[in-house]
């Protein structure tokens, strides 16, 4: 079945070649799709005839969001522990075994259910393409069934059992990581496509991050790193030196670690919803597009550190708040994502990519910023269906 999607105001293709700008931008626009790929894209005047037809409204339709970072397999809130850092308390990780010890004691359907709960508010949003990160069990059991229950909501799945060293191992991290690195990625290994690690002081230092990672190169999984989030550690330096898709966080840079991600092709990927819930400074993604880097935005949405699903949102906090343009976060949110993902079938609407499309009640992109927290997706096309 081919779908029209016209009468669309303005088109962002991320295409250069087939529109204006960075964006690839079409004015007066229409999309086809078949089968749950895009077949034709241009001026509305020019569309082929198809079976079924969607009226944009003179809309804006962008690709669908890439949220390239986040750990929705978890139990329990902590909302408790954001109004203290409101109050002034500091944001250290120490929470996250909160969240392990509510993990560990959730059955199988608690944990999918907020999960799927998650990953279909995110859709909502025009999220269409998402990762999902264990990271709140830190057993081999509990990370196995969290892996599981992420495999079904999403193929872009990432162990993280180095998120911290669980308290049983208090003392022991060496201990941990060789769990981590042995018994517990053979169980997780068939639901995993990538490896991530916290490397940070209070979490894994230089030598276990190096130590998980080419673990997980050598089953053949894709790096991430969460790096720099908390102080100018060696996460990004390790990152690029292991050829990881994506360094995560970026907080705190020398300019020996944006040389690297700019002469590197590691994603630098931003996730403003932790600063904002951490009451933290933001990281600087103006000076990162200045040295050259490619700079991804995703939410992280977890239940500490930034329990946001909104890539809508990120967009409108990385405009503000850390010198992007309009076009340089809508970018980051959908192709960037895409390349911290390591994927060319999303983030781009272009003949032979995912028919993944947002279609704004506004008639451009920009207004993702300039109407921050307004519900401005009107209708998400996922693979081709209307949701
Ligand atoms: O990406 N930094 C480490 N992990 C998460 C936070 C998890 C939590 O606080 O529960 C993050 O921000
Ligand atoms: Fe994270």
Redesign the pocket.
């Given at each position: 079945m081919t779908l029209l999607i016209d009468n669309i105001g303005e088109l962002v293709t991320n295409d250069p070649s087939l529109g204006r700008g960075q964006l690839g931008t079409i004015t007066r626009a229409a999309v086809v799709t078949d089968g749950g790929r895009v077949t034709w894209v241009g001026r509305a005047a020019d569309a082929p005839a198809a079976d079924e037809r969607f009226d944009a409204a003179g809309g804006a339709v962008l690709p669908g969001f890439v949220d390239s970072?986040s750990?929705l397999v978890?139990a329990g809130d902590?909302a408790a522990e954001f109004a203290a850092r409101m109050a002034g308390e500091p944001?250290t990780?120490g929470?996250?075994r909160?969240?392990v010890a509510a993990t560990r004691a959730a059955s199988d359907d608690t944990l999918r259910a907020t999960a799927t709960r998650l990953r279909a508010e995110a859709l909502r949003q025009g999220t269409t393409t998402i990762e999902v990160k264990s990271?709140?069990g830190l057993t081999v059991p509990d990370e196995t069934r969290s892996m599981k229950i992420a495999f079904e909501v999403t193929p872009e799945t990432t162990f993280?059992g180095a998120?911290?060293v669980p308290t049983e191992y208090a003392g022991r991290p060496d201990d941990y990581v060789s769990l981590v690195c042995g018994p517990m990625l053979t169980a997780v290994e068939p639901y995993a496509k990538w490896v991530d690690v916290?490397c940070?002081q209070g979490?894994f230092d230089a030598d276990q991050s190096r130590a998980v990672l080419e673990a997980g190169r050598e089953r053949g999984l894709g790096l991430r790193v969460?790096a720099n989030?908390?102080s100018a550690g060696p996460g990004v330096r390790l990152a690029v030196e292991l050829g990881a898709a994506s360094a995560?966080?970026c907080t705190y840079l020398t300019d020996a670690d944006v040389a690297a991600l700019a002469d590197s092709d590691t994603v630098a990927t931003l996730?403003p919803g932790?600063e904002f819930s951490?009451r933290s400074p933001y990281p600087d993604a103006r000076r990162l597009l200045d040295a050259g880097v490619t700079v991804a935005l995703a939410t992280?949405c977890?239940?500490?550190?930034?329990y946001t699903s909104s890539m809508p949102w990120c967009v409108a906090m990385a405009v503000r708040e850390m010198g992007m343009t309009p076009a340089e976060a809508v970018w980051a949110a959908t192709a960037g994502g895409a390349r911290a993902l390591r994927r060319d079938d999303v983030g781009v609407l272009r003949p032979g990519a995912r028919a993944d499309l947002v279609v704004l009640d506004a008639p451009s992109y920009l207004h993702l910023a300039y109407r921050p927290g307004v519900p401005l997706v009107r209708q998400v096309i996922h693979n081709g269906v209307l949701i």
């Open positions: 970072h750990h978890f902590r944001y990780g929470g996250i909160t969240t990271g709140y993280l998120h911290v916290f940070e979490a969460h989030q908390l995560d966080h996730l932790a951490t992280d977890n239940p500490g550190s930034s």
